[in-house]
């Protein structure tokens, strides 16, 4: 039966401790006794006794300078970076070198350090301690999820909302082993190297179980469950593949770390503990290239190209990290998996934060916190490293002022943008779930007409604070990097003032429509009419409103040119309508009968809430040429007029019709003398015609 991951992670440990209790030994086995650096050869002593003889510092003295070199060689700056790069190089190849032919000696020496100050002639006190200090950690820990079992059991944990605390119910079983065991083994006093040596290894213990922990918790690789939801999006082979690799990958590393940790101390040189690290890169190198091709849903028949350009880049990583060019490792890291890592931790945040149902502006805000918040601790944590390497790096090197400036500017501008977007989305989804209350309907006038301007300003102060967004940003980040902004600053007012004078129409529009708000002339929604431009307002942009004709189109009328602006939907609406009657109606049973008919449509459920004042007739408005002209009056909520009127001309008409009032109607009558009086007219008409004739001719 194969170990789990932890007996290999034990294992491992084991094989480090032996290693550490067993090294006294190796001293045993060695034919010559390392000894004390030999003195200097007799030639050197005489060398030193010439440089410090008083004539031969004298002539050193007088003797002057070698020639400068050349002017074109001393600014070839390009030339002499990459002769410093070469360099470097060959100075880490070399050491790694020299690491690797004096590593006999170098093990011999760490052997006589752990025999007296770690194992104290002891072989076994290392794995005793560390069995010690394992098993009371365990045993803290199990007595915890009893404990909690227990708790558990009395009281049920169904809610969505106490996810979070089944989370943490798997992590603080971990702190629980941790500060059992390291605590147990601070209360003593020990000699500071076998202290070191233990703290180490049960520190990379501890790391692994957590990294194995919070494995588990995103991956589910036993089944995802209602309780425990797997928080990236894979399926069960795709989980329990990478849950194995990542332990895989989490022991090398942190045995590869604990042991070039405790080798300064041992004695060892730099480039001795360079190549161990290298070695254990191999194996995580090897780790990683068999997960490219071995990895759940990957057919190497189809899709070889892919999988072969992956391992190429893999192994040119691992090339750069031996030629010592750490930030180009990073950087090909970064290429290679923190898109993954950011899309993997956003979907457990998505999957985290979903558990809350609600649909509150807290819940919105605290989704948005989670998840945007969590890819930029993902993103910030690593630009944090790589600055971090990149200092070193440059204090190693002496780098340049101008590039650290640059580089160091850039990577803080990446924070700067993390925190812009992270300011962006939460007052966009501040501004959506304000649009969404104010699109509710009920309420009373004020509340609507408050929800009114607000739908209409709000998308406004959004676009302008994106832009302010914006601009902020990218002016910290210009002066992060060294640029002097205050001339930036100046010359966008110059370039403002200038667009001002030539586009006074813009200017005058984008004023005019400031005002427009805050006059609360009209809102999304309202119908309004400004010269021969009317029709329902369906949004706006900074200097434009876009207006929807009751027939369809759509009129987009600058701010400028709106002039005085009639609002037909704000509070209430006054309906006037007229009818002409024949003289010898009754006018007091027409006054009765539309009083009677807008009493009925008061009342009515369809109309009553929408009716303020009911119909009703004001007298007799005019006598006319067909008839006597009534006028009527209605007053309604802005919009409903239209629909009570037709329904009241209706009732009326039926109405008159039974009571005998006649509406009335225009008439054409025609009349004549007979015969005669045509024959009369048709000899005066070619009289006429004749006298014209006559005319005509006489003034010719």
Do not use: C
């Not at 070198?97 to 020496?109: I, S, T, V």
């Not at 190297?193 to 957590?210: D, E, N, P, S, W």
């Not at 057919?299 to 990583?317: E, H, K, N």
């Not at 700067?416 to 006038?445: N, P």
């Amino acid at each position: 039966m194969t170990p789990g991951p932890v007996a290999r992670f034990l294992l491992t440990i084991a094989t480090v401790a032996i290693f550490l209790a067993v090294a006294g030994g190796v001293s045993l086995a060695q034919t010559q006794p390392v000894t004390a650096a030999p003195p200097p050869p007799e030639k050197v002593q005489q060398l030193l006794g010439l440089l410090n003889d008083p004539e031969v510092k004298a002539w050193l003295e007088a003797r002057p300078a070698a020639p400068a070199a050349a002017d074109t060689a001393a600014e070839d700056t390009v030339a002499s970076g990459v002769s410093d790069f070469e360099n470097r190089i060959r100075s880490h190849i070399g050491g790694l070198k020299n690491g690797l032919l004096n590593f006999p000696q170098e093990l011999a020496r760490a052997s006589e350090v752990v025999a007296k100050d770690i194992n104290s002639g002891s072989p076994g006190k290392v794995i005793g301690i560390l069995a010690v200090l394992v098993a009371v950690g365990y045993g803290a820990e199990w007595l915890f999820r009893r404990l909690l079992r227990r708790e558990k059991s009395e009281r049920s944990v169904t809610a969505a909302a106490d996810q979070p605390l089944r989370l943490l119910a798997d992590l603080i079983p971990l702190l629980v082993f941790a500060l059992a065991s390291a605590g147990l083994f601070l209360v003593f006093q020990w000699p500071p190297l076998l202290r070191k040596a233990v703290l180490t290894v049960l520190l990379a213990f501890i790391v692994f179980r957590l990294i194995r922990t919070i494995a588990k918790l995103l991956l589910a690789p036993d089944g995802a469950t209602a309780e425990r939801p797997r928080m990236v999006d894979q399926d069960d082979a795709e989980a329990g593949f990478w849950f194995h690799r990542v332990q895989l990958l989490a022991g090398i590393f942190l045995v590869g770390w604990a042991i070039a940790s405790l080798m300064p101390a041992l004695s060892f040189s730099r480039g001795a503990m360079q190549l161990v690290g290298y070695v254990f890169g191999l194996g995580l190198l090897g780790v990683a290239i068999e997960s490219v091709w071995r990895r759940p849903h990957f057919d190497t028949s189809s899709t070889p190209t892919r999988a072969w350009l992956v391992t190429f880049f893999l192994v040119i990583l691992w090339l750069v990290w031996v030629s010592g060019m750490v930030g180009f490792l990073w950087l090909g890291l970064y290429a290679l998996f923190l898109p993954r890592a950011v899309r993997g931790v956003g979907q457990a945040a998505e999957t985290l934060a979903a558990r809350n149902g609600s649909d509150t502006l807290l819940s919105r805000m605290t989704n948005v916190l989670v998840v945007r918040g969590a890819r930029a601790l993902v993103i910030a944590l690593a630009v944090a490293w790589l600055a971090y390497i990149w200092e070193i790096r440059a204090d190693a090197v002496g780098g340049n002022a101008v590039m650290d400036r640059l580089v160091g500017g850039l990577l803080h501008g990446v924070i700067i943008l993390l925190i812009a977007d992270l300011l962006w989305q939460l007052s966009k989804a501040f501004i959506a779930h304000r649009l969404e209350v104010t699109g509710q309907e009920g309420g009373t006038a004020d509340e609507i007409a408050r929800r009114g301007r607000l739908r209409t300003l709000l998308p406004i102060f959004r676009n302008v604070l994106a832009v302010f967004i914006g601009i902020v940003a990218v002016l910290t980040i210009l002066s992060g990097m060294g640029v002097a902004i205050a001339p930036l600053v100046a010359g966008a007012g110059i370039f403002g003032v200038a667009i001002g004078f030539g586009s006074q129409t813009l200017v005058k529009d984008v004023i005019s429509g400031v005002f427009f708000m805050l006059d609360d002339a009209f809102r999304v929604g309202e119908y309004i009419q400004s010269g021969s431009y009317k029709g329902t307002v369906e949004g706006f942009s900074l200097r434009s409103v876009r207006l929807r004709h009751q027939r369809g189109p759509i009129f987009t009328v600058p701010f400028g040119s709106l002039g005085a602006v009639q609002n037909m939907s704000r509070d209430w609406v006054i309906e006037k309508m007229t009818l002409t009657v024949t003289y010898d109606s009754d006018i007091e049973a027409a006054r009765k009968i539309v009083k009677k008919i807008g009493q009925e449509l008061a009342q009515d459920p369809e109309f009553a809430d929408n009716t303020l004042q009911p119909l009703k007739m004001q007298g007799v408005d005019s006598f006319g040429d067909l008839g006597i002209v009534l006028r009527m009056k209605l007053m309604t909520k802005p919009g409903q007029q239209f629909g009570i009127k037709r329904r009241a001309l209706v009732m009326i008409k039926k109405a008159f019709d039974e009571a005998g009032i006649k509406l009335a109607t225009p008439m054409v009558q025609v009349s004549g003398g007979g015969d005669d009086a045509a024959a009369a007219a048709a000899r005066e008409t070619l009289r006429r015609k004749a006298v014209e004739e006559a005319a005509a001719a006489a003034s010719a």
